[in-house]
């Protein structure tokens, strides 16, 4: 059964550096999403992407952050200059038409 | 702007037992999803709901919608120790795409 894969499962950086989290969604899906969770508390939605371009952020999502579909394949997430408060778990999801979507593993982010 | 809640956050209760999970929301819904995660894990579909009075039913877990109501339920027949998890409502505002919005999560506690 298809899947949506995430690397790496778990990623610990400095405060200030930058990471990339990888996604690759499932094959024949067209909408992308990233949603993080703070350990204990509810799932935050962050970005959709569809067509090549965002067609929704939240509030959370700044300009320290951006999403990238680079080749085809892969989904990535950026955070230019992480801080202590983006430590969360880190959740790509993708649909066939935004109706149902399929989760990853996640990547714990950890920033030091 | 959607916010979706849902009560109890914390049901520990006895195998063999039955309970329900409430799930109000603000604003008219398209659909509503509802998931499992366990702890450390990925979000696992349960439900999808589309339209008012949708009921569905897998195994002991039984799901329904009242969108004049604003509300979902997710029913729990006759727990069993597996069933214990978090489980999460989630909307998606009428008209968009697919950016969904999460309930704080139910963490379920069946004792033997």
């Known amino acids: 059964e298809p899947e949506v894969t995430q690397t790496p499962s778990h990623q610990v950086t400095q405060m200030g550096q930058e990471v990339i989290l990888r996604c690759v969604p499932i094959?024949?899906?067209?909408?992308f999403y990233w949603y993080r969770q703070i350990l204990g508390q509810k799932v935050e939605f962050l970005v959709s992407?569809?067509?090549?371009?965002?067609?929704?952020k939240s509030e959370i999502f700044d300009d320290q952050f951006s999403v990238e579909r680079p080749d085809g394949s892969n989904f990535t997430l950026k955070i230019r200059s992480t801080k202590l408060e983006d430590s969360a778990m880190y959740f790509c999801?993708?649909?066939?038409?935004?109706?149902?979507?399929?989760f990853g593993p996640g990547t714990r982010l950890t920033v030091t | 702007e959607l916010k979706v809640e849902q009560n109890p956050l914390f049901l520990s209760m006895q195998e063999g037992k039955n309970y329900t999970i409430y799930c109000n929301y603000s604003?008219?819904?398209?659909?509503l999803y509802w998931y499992r995660q366990d702890p450390g894990k990925s979000l696992e579909s349960l439900f999808v709901?589309?339209?008012?009075?949708a009921v569905k039913q897998e195994g002991r877990l039984m799901a329904s919608l009242d969108t004049k109501a604003r509300l979902s339920t997710l029913h729990i027949t006759a727990a069993v120790h597996d069933l214990s998890a978090t489980y999460f409502c989630a909307a998606v505002e009428a008209g968009n795409t697919g950016k969904l919005i999460f309930g704080q999560g139910t963490t379920l506690q069946v004792k033997p």
């Open positions: 094959s024949n899906h067209l909408y």
């Open positions: 709901l589309l339209s008012n009075g």
């Open positions: 604003t008219t819904s398209d659909r």
């Open positions: 992407f569809y067509n090549n371009e965002i067609s929704e």
């Open positions: 999801a993708s649909s066939v038409e935004g109706y149902e979507q399929y």
